[in-house]
């Protein structure tokens, strides 16, 4: 009886998931919605791609300088400390791990800046135990050959 009372009440249901997907399989393809985008310069892909926000490049291309928080690739870094934790036989890391990782990150920005002149941009603060920094970049040109180093992971 609970049988016949449970099958009673999801028929219905079925009924309708079947229906949806017969009907779904005879209709043709239907193409997907036009969407209107703004033109995009070739070079905005990268930069979306990396995070930089739409309105921060605008303002790039009007000559606007623009403050921008830079992630550096940790992960040599980070795989080169875990394997300092292991041979120490540590689970967190010691004041050695976490000076070492000061130093890997500081030469990491270093390279990675040292494609820019002093006139393309200025470091904010620079965050020394992470792999950030806060900079100011004066050029679409200087974002741009930021972003192409393969140490800058997003903007």
């Given at each position: 009886?609970?049988m016949?009372?449970?099958?009673?009440k999801?028929?219905?249901?079925?009924?309708?998931?079947?229906?949806?997907a017969?009907?779904?399989?005879?209709?043709?393809?239907?193409?997907?919605?036009?969407?209107?985008q703004?033109p995009?310069?070739p070079?905005?892909?990268?930069?979306?791609?990396?995070g930089v926000?739409?309105?921060?490049l605008?303002r790039?291309?009007?000559?606007?300088?623009q403050?921008?928080i830079v992630?550096?690739d940790?992960?040599?870094?980070d795989?080169a400390?875990?394997?300092?934790?292991?041979?120490?036989?540590?689970?967190?890391?010691?004041?050695?791990i976490?000076?070492?990782k000061?130093?890997?990150?500081?030469d990491?920005k270093?390279?990675?800046?040292?494609v820019l002149?002093?006139?393309?941009?200025?470091t904010?603060?620079?965050?020394s135990?992470?792999?950030m920094?806060?900079?100011?970049?004066?050029?679409?040109?200087?974002?741009?050959?930021?972003?192409?180093?393969?140490?800058?992971?997003r903007?």
């Open positions: 009886m609970i016949f009372r449970l099958i009673k999801l028929f219905p249901l079925v009924l309708i998931i079947v229906g949806s017969v009907s779904a399989a005879t209709l043709p393809p239907t193409k997907p919605p036009l969407v209107l703004s995009r310069q070079a905005d892909r990268m930069a979306l791609d990396k926000p739409q309105a921060a605008d790039l291309r009007q000559g606007k300088p403050s921008l992630e550096f940790a992960a040599p870094v795989t400390a875990k394997k300092q934790q292991v041979t120490q036989g540590m689970k967190a890391d010691n004041p050695f976490v000076n070492f000061v130093t890997q990150y500081a990491m270093r390279r990675a800046l040292a002149t002093p006139t393309d941009y200025k904010e603060t620079d965050y135990h992470l792999p920094a806060f900079i100011r970049l004066n050029s679409m040109k200087a974002l741009d050959t930021l972003l192409a180093q393969p140490d800058v992971v903007v």
